[in-house]
Each structure stands twice: as C-alpha cells, then as structure tokens.
C-alpha cells in the first residue's frame, strides 16, 4: 500500500481512517487489555507516525488483530501486540530466520519470521512479552508462534516457540529450519 506521495511506509488517508476505526473498537472492546488508558491520547501518537500506522496495518491484514497492551510512562510509548485467538494467520508455515531458510534444501517455506517482522517494521515477541499477552486472554490453544531466540541458542540451530495448552504456557524449541502449518509468530510495535 502506498500513498499519493508514493512512501511506501504510509497508508492513504481512507486507508489510515478505516485502520483507526477498527483499532479504536477493538480497543473499546477489550478493556481488560488497557485499563487504565485513554484511547483520546493514543490516536494522536498514531496520527504522527505515518511508518507505525502502516506497520500495524501490516499487523492486521496478516491476521495479528493489533491492540494495545501496555504504556511506558517515562518513555510516553504504547505497545501493541498481536492479540487474535491463534498465530495469525498470514504469518504461518514460516522457519524462524534467513539462515534457517537457507539451510533449507527441499521443500524451503516462502518465508522466515524474522524477515517477515523485519519487513512489517515489527519486532518478534519475546517469551517475556508472550507470558505477558497470555496473562490478558487464551492465546494460541491450537497453534504455536515463534518468539525471539537467544544467541546461544540460535547459534547452535534451535529456536524457541511457545504455545499454550493445559492451561499453561509452554516454551519449546526445535530446529530453525522447521516450519509448520500451526506455527507462525506474534509481533509487537512501540509507538
């Protein structure tokens, strides 16, 4: 999507209004992820930052349903997370990174998740930030997503993946170069 101006980070100002809209309701809507937060002072954070509006439109049209979950006082910043039931759709059968893909010799996915979320302008959630969206909700009772991996880790081929099942919330690992139809990755954006 790009604009009149031909900036590809930016959303034509039909498409920033129907975004708007939907963020708004589903802020309205979920509460319990934001208490204490005003929509009235977070729409203009987003009215001043064309790149972050297209990112969370990018969030949304690969099924992440954005929504605000936390504010850092100090820093006067929002942060959205990916809040839909399952791994968002449009973001699944994907390996973990570039180098996981390239390893790959047969039957290579289209995408990594770290490329993808690079591409969007997003960040991977972390296994922090993961048992922190859990805490507002169920998320990911059928599938899994990817979360940031340490570099001990990675550097030895594994990745890290979460999920949540039994009522409790699981951190796994396996190879990078694994991809699944049920595993995708959550994101998160500071605005």
Same mark, same amino acid.
């Given at each position: 999507m790009t604009n009149k101006t031909g900036n590809k980070k930016a959303l034509a100002s039909e498409e920033t209004e129907e975004l708007l809209r939907l963020l708004k309701g589903r802020f309205e809507k979920n509460m319990n992820r934001h208490e204490d937060l005003k929509w009235a002072n977070i729409h203009p954070k987003l009215n001043d930052q064309p790149e972050k509006l297209w990112s969370l439109n990018e969030m949304e049209i690969t099924g992440g349903e954005p929504d605000v979950v936390a504010y850092d006082?100090?820093? +006067?910043? &929002?942060?959205?997370f990916d809040c839909s039931g399952e791994s968002p759709k449009g973001r699944r059968s994907v390996c973990y990174d570039r180098k996981a893909l390239e390893s790959r010799k047969k039957f290579k996915p289209e995408h990594s998740a770290v490329d993808m979320?690079?591409? #969007?302008?997003?960040?991977?959630?972390?296994?922090?930030? &993961?048992?922190?969206?859990?805490?507002? *909700?169920?998320? +990911? #009772?059928?599938?899994?997503?990817?979360?940031?991996?340490? +570099? +001990?880790?990675?550097?030895? *081929?594994g990745a890290l993946f979460c999920d949540r099942r039994f009522g409790h919330v699981f951190v796994y690992h396996n190879g990078a170069e694994s991809y699944y139809a049920a595993r995708g990755f959550r994101s998160s954006l500071t605005v």
């Open positions: 006082e100090k820093k +006067d910043e &929002y942060t959205f979320a690079t591409s #969007m302008g997003v960040e991977l959630l972390t296994e922090e930030h &993961y048992r922190a969206l859990q805490k507002l *909700g169920e998320f +990911d #009772m059928k599938t899994s997503s990817w979360v940031q991996t340490p +570099d +001990d880790i990675r550097t030895l *081929g």
